[in-house]
């Protein structure tokens, strides 16, 4: 205890020192001090003759000091709200001169009690822990005048003081021996808490965080609570302070494992409150969680925040709000079936006595809207949302029509029959054109509706749309050029549609280049100009491989995609030109990234076909489909070299193309095939027929599919 280190009892009620140079160790009040003077009107202002007088009627009748009368003048005047009269009269105070006997006095008093000897004797002279209390609150109270008084910097600068004077009396810290509610140690933890809020509000960033890594980097004897208060703001000002600040030498006490910037010191600091509040040792503090959320999130460990989120103790959130959060966390981290699991789970039947949640039902349709395969279990979540945000929540009403809409056209892409197409694709263009009259300040509906637009050929609607959406987020999406371009393109307006891949090029970042380089390749090839797309081909793939020790986990799935496609594109451009050993090379190099591709098998099939090698061809197009039955290009082209073994492969190779029509009926390819074969059986009026719709299709065929 620092009291029994002393010798002294720090109460407000016992005598006061016989020494003249020690304080006594009352804490006097306005009132106790009238009333032992009697002669002093508080409650005039006080000029510097009244000061003078004031401190040496102190010093008579309290024998102190003249920089304790000072210390208990100014902390009355604090007290009744004259900053400026408690400053006058601190600034008699000569701090910088005492620092050295306050330090001495600090390391002298607080030194672990041992057998008493004669060495053990405080040498004389030595100012008591009282004394040094009061100078210490005198300087902490300047500082608040000074922050009073708006001059941020020196009353930073005070504050400063004291944490220099305790720093070099106790280099290690504060001896666990030393009682919590002592003067001394109450006047330097509020000096700790102080500080980098000061220099937060005078601009000096690198400054506060210093001070509250100063003020953690050593046992202060701070209590659980208000340690995890300095810990708190210190990973709010890392994460916020907008500048990144280096860690000092002299703090790196974690050696070559210390955190490499702000965004990792932050969340070390997060984790241990975390373990904090979970263990019990303080109270839970929702900024924390919101704190390390936004760490996690901006440096993508999804997972990491999955697991705490797990952690967190029950009573805090509801299962609801539980599972609701986990989903986000699973869908950030690309695991949406995992997220979509525990949608279904908050609406199933486990929780069909509690109020439905909105949110969660939203975020449902939502990632359904991101898969095929769950278009119907989107439109069911869509209605819900639908249902039960009317009249309640026109935010929530406008995102679940437009994601009904997406749900309806996904429905639509993958309907078995015709009459359920229809009615999907009707339905999927009604909700967007509902939402988009509604909601005007929205531009992802209207790039929703131009893309079902253009999906169901409707291109002038579909191009319209889609320049609304430009205007409205100027440019600055990849998507967006795109998509434009791609309609353009399904307008045969080739020339154009290169002039707006140009144009996306100047506007976009590295990983969005390159996919628009890839389609500038494409309208090359389809205006017959290979050797432009040949080089186009040649900056990409340099490109890729500049980009590929410098990207992350992500990006590098991307990038691997891209460069197949590329190497394929080529091979396919290279078997049209009849340069079969070229073509087989560029296969080769797509197979080495990503062997179990159906596309990569399509590409040697379609060789082989170029070669007049059926029965190899046959095989290769069987492997595609064995990867991806549904692949359409592979069941078209299965079908083209049946029709070419014989008459008896002919009823064969009409179930694939009617398959092939089934998946997609707007494959124009399928329809000039299926004429063909029309045509091969004397069915000459169907033939025209379909050689017709072919010809229809093609003229407003995009030169890649739009999804």
Not at 199 to 226: C, F, H, S
Request: with cysteine.
């Amino acid at each position: 205890m620092l009291c029994a280190c002393s010798g002294e009892q720090f109460k407000f009620d016992e005598a006061a020192p016989e020494s003249p140079e020690s304080l006594a160790t009352r804490d006097f009040s306005a009132s106790g001090i009238s009333s032992r003077t009697g002669t002093i009107d508080w409650d005039s202002k006080l000029d510097d003759a009244q000061v003078d007088e004031v401190e040496s009627t102190l010093k008579e009748a309290l024998s102190l000091n003249y920089e304790e009368a000072r210390a208990l003048l100014g902390r009355l005047e604090y007290q009744r709200g004259n900053f400026d009269a408690a400053l006058q009269v601190y600034q008699g105070i000569d701090i910088r001169t005492l620092s050295s006997r306050m330090s001495k006095a600090i390391a002298e008093r607080t030194r672990p009690l041992k057998p008493r000897s004669k060495a053990d004797v405080v040498p004389a002279g030595v100012m008591s822990l009282h004394s040094v209390s009061l100078l210490l609150e005198a300087i902490l109270l300047k500082a608040k005048s000074l922050e009073e008084l708006s001059r941020i910097k020196d009353a930073a600068k005070e504050c400063k003081m004291i944490l220099d004077v305790v720093d070099s009396a106790l280099p290690n810290g504060i001896p666990d021996g030393i009682s919590e509610d002592c003067k001394l140690l109450e006047m330097f933890h509020k000096a700790l808490e102080l500080l980098p809020k000061l220099w937060i509000q005078a601009g000096y960033l690198n400054e506060a965080v210093l001070a509250y890594r100063r003020a953690l980097i050593k046992p202060w004897n701070l209590d659980p609570q208000r340690l995890a208060y300095i810990q708190k703001d210190l990973a709010a000002t890392l994460l916020f302070v907008g500048v990144e600040v280096e860690v000092p030498a002299q703090f790196q006490v974690w050696g070559s494992t210390a955190p490499k910037n702000n965004l990792e010191e932050a969340i070390l600091l997060l984790f241990v409150l975390m373990r904090k509040m979970l263990n019990g040792q303080i109270d839970w503090d929702s900024e924390v969680m919101s704190h390390l959320t936004f760490a996690l999130t901006i440096s993508g460990n999804f997972e990491s925040l999955a697991d705490h989120i797990e952690q967190v103790i029950p009573g805090i959130y509801t299962r609801a709000e539980r599972w609701y959060l986990l989903a986000l966390c699973y869908s950030a981290a690309g695991q949406n079936d995992t997220a979509l699991n525990l949608v279904k789970k908050i609406s199933g039947s486990s929780e069909a006595n509690q109020e439905p949640h909105v949110p969660s039902l939203l975020l449902g349709a939502k990632l359904c809207s991101q898969d095929l395969r769950q278009a119907h279990e989107g439109i069911n979540f869509a209605r819900a949302v639908i249902n039960l945000a009317k009249n309640q929540n026109e935010h929530f009403l406008v995102q679940a029509h437009k994601l009904l809409g997406v749900c309806y056209g996904n429905a639509a892409r993958v309907s078995h029959s015709d009459f359920e197409r229809n009615f999907c694709q009707r339905e999927a263009l009604a909700a967007l054109n509902s939402t988009s009259a509604v909601s005007k300040e929205d531009p992802e509906i209207l790039f929703s509706l131009g893309l079902e637009n253009a999906i169901q050929r409707n291109l002038t609607p579909a191009f319209n749309n889609v320049m609304r959406y430009s205007e409205m987020s100027a440019g600055s999406t990849a998507k967006a050029w795109k998509l434009l371009a791609l309609v353009v393109s399904a307008e045969q307006r080739f020339e154009d549609a290169e002039a707006i891949v140009d144009l996306a090029l100047d506007e976009t970042g590295q990983v969005d280049q390159m996919e628009h380089l890839r389609l500038k390749a494409v309208l090359q090839i389809s205006q017959q100009q290979p050797k432009h797309a040949i080089e186009t081909y040649r900056i990409l793939l340099a490109l890729i491989q500049a980009q590929k020790e410098s990207t992350t986990e992500d990006e590098v799935k991307s990038q691997r995609r891209l460069e197949v496609e590329a190497w394929l594109d080529l091979a396919g451009l290279y078997t049209d030109l009849e340069s079969w050993r070229d073509a087989e090379i560029c296969i080769n190099r797509a197979k080495a990234i990503q062997f179990f591709c159906p596309r990569n098998w399509h590409a040697t099939g379609a060789l082989f076909q170029a070669k007049a090698r059926h029965k190899e061809a046959l095989v290769a197009f069987s492997v595609s489909l064995s990867i991806e039955p549904d692949y359409i290009p592979s069941i078209v082209s299965t079908a083209k070299v049946l029709m070419k073994m014989g008459n008896g492969a002919v009823p064969i190779a009409r179930s694939f193309l009617m398959n092939a029509l089934r998946l997609e009926p707007t494959n124009h390819e399928a329809w000039f095939n299926l004429g063909m074969l029309a045509k091969m059986e004397g069915s000459v009026q169907q033939a025209a027929d379909f050689f017709q719709a072919a010809h229809e299709l093609k003229l407003s065929a995009p030169v890649q599919t739009f999804v």
